[in-house]
């Protein structure tokens, strides 16, 4: 059908897969952050507890950002070498804050900060307002005195999706300045995802012609709320479809993999079921894009999704969003969901699938009666969807392995704890007879 990445997609989607790979994934996480010992003790040191917006979403210590004069930030470096290329993935701002995420784009030299988040969503404040507007109603400069910081802005440009600032920060005990591009996606929703590959795709490639993401320059602030889901699905696309560009080749990605990779330095990355399949649309669309120089339009990617829109078993598409696009310029919207495809609460929060519905483990059951009629396709998905399986069942018991042997390593420190209570009431004993037979032939 296509690529190992589009086969992934189709059966993950036909089978209802979404909740139970995101879950296993972040299981998988989980564990190597245990392996590895990832610490996270400053950011849960006392003093620094009010500058975290979340307390679930910490920095770990070896991937943190660190600024000068010990001052922390609840900031990650993230590095995808494969792609070669380094985002700094961040909270958005409290007020608390403010002036130490500036000092951090000052010292780390970012040429943009994407921002992919609105400052009030859904009733509540996502993040401080940090950056001056040319709006008549609001300031066009903001002073920071703590960090001889001054930030202004020189130009402001609404366009159909998102904002794109020009902003002049000034050290103003050296006298030096830089210009700072300020990209505002608005229209990534809170609780969901881009309506349109297409529109996102579009924002991902202008932030890539602007040169912010290139090695030579510091690297790209990135951050929503908590500077994880949707920050994570941003960088996770971005880094996909560089890895496609220099091989010309979908096979070259192994999302999974990647995504593992990150989450070595930022934990959380991809909060949702939800952002780990648009991630994987938009993977697709953008490297069809680009192995066909960008002449193809992006859309639906096989023949099985093509046919799935008119399928009356799905939902209908949700009605269209209110936005300043043209009529005749909106996007086209995404392929339906699978119905049992769940989407959590908050995209800031994590939440746990334990109680998703798993796959059968029989995968002929998979196969629905109808599609056995055609033995090709019965036999490709039987193939397939049995190798993944295999695959997945490996994954499971190599988790389960390393669950096994930390538990046993844990009883064994247990078990030493243990004696080592027994031993000290035994050792102070023997100590306080010795001594008092010392004293006794001392005085005696």
């Known amino acids: 059908m296509g690529s190992e990445i589009e086969n992934e997609f189709v059966n993950y989607d036909k089978y209802n897969a979404w ?3 995101y879950q296993e994934l972040k299981n998988e996480a989980s564990i190597q952050a245990m392996e590895e010992e990832f610490s996270t003790a400053e950011a849960r040191n006392a003093v620094n507890r009010n500058k975290n917006r979340y307390r679930d979403v910490s920095p770990y210590d070896h991937s943190r950002v660190k600024l000068s004069n010990n001052v922390y930030i609840n900031a990650s470096l993230v590095e995808v070498k494969e792609a070669n290329r380094k ?14 995420f500036w000092q951090m784009v000052w010292e780390k030299k970012s040429k943009a900060i994407i921002m992919l988040n609105k400052l009030i969503e859904n009733g509540a404040r996502k993040c401080y307002k940090y950056y001056p507007t040319d709006a008549e109603d609001d300031e066009d400069e903001i002073e920071f005195e703590d960090v001889s910081l001054n930030v202004s802005v020189i130009k402001e440009t609404q366009l159909d999706y998102y904002i794109e600032r020009i902003l002049l920060l000034k050290h103003t005990e050296s006298e030096e300045s830089r210009e700072v591009i300020h990209y505002n996606y608005t229209h990534w929703p809170d609780f969901g995802v881009p309506q349109s590959p297409l529109v996102f795709l579009n924002f991902l490639m202008t932030v890539r012609q602007s040169g912010a993401l290139e ?3 510091g ?3 990135v951050h929503c709320s908590a500077g994880i889901g949707r ?40 909060q949702t079921a939800d952002q780990l399949r648009f991630s994987y649309l938009a993977i697709i669309d953008g490297g069809h894009q680009i192995l066909s120089s960008g002449k193809a339009e992006l859309d639906i990617f096989s023949d099985y999704l093509k046919e799935s829109i008119n399928k009356e078993d799905h939902p209908p ?9 043209p009529i005749d310029r909106q996007p086209p919207p995404l392929p339906p969901r699978s119905p049992d495809l769940r989407k959590t ?40 969807t049995f190798r993944r399986r295999i695959q997945r069942e490996e994954r499971k018991q190599k988790t389960q392995d390393q669950i096994n042997r930390m538990k046993e390593k844990q009883r064994k420190s247990e078990l030493w704890r243990n004696r080592r209570s027994y031993l000290t009431p ?7 007879f010795i001594g008092g037979l010392l004293l006794y032939k001392y005085y005696f």
């Open 426 to 432: 035994v050792a102070i004993g023997i100590t306080l």
């Open 19 to 21: 909740g139970p790979v």
């Open 219 to 221: 690297p790209a602030i």
């Open 345 to 384: 609460d908050n995209e800031d929060e994590e939440k746990d699938y334990e109680n998703q519905r798993i796959a059968p483990k029989d995968t002929e059951q998979l196969i629905p009666e109808k599609e056995k009629e055609n033995s090709s396709t019965f036999l490709y998905l039987y193939s397939s």
């Open 317 to 325: 598409t949700p009605p269209e969003r209110t936005t300043s696009l």
């Open 87 to 100: 985002y700094i993935l961040t909270q958005g701002p409290l007020e608390v804050t403010v002036s130490h």
């Open 215 to 217: 090695t030579d320059v």
């Open 231 to 270: 920050s994570g699905t941003f960088c996770l696309v971005d880094s996909s479809l560089v890895i496609i560009e220099k091989t010309q080749n979908m096979n070259s990605v192994d999302v999974r993999n990647l995504l593992l990779e990150m989450r070595k330095y930022r934990m959380g990355l991809i």
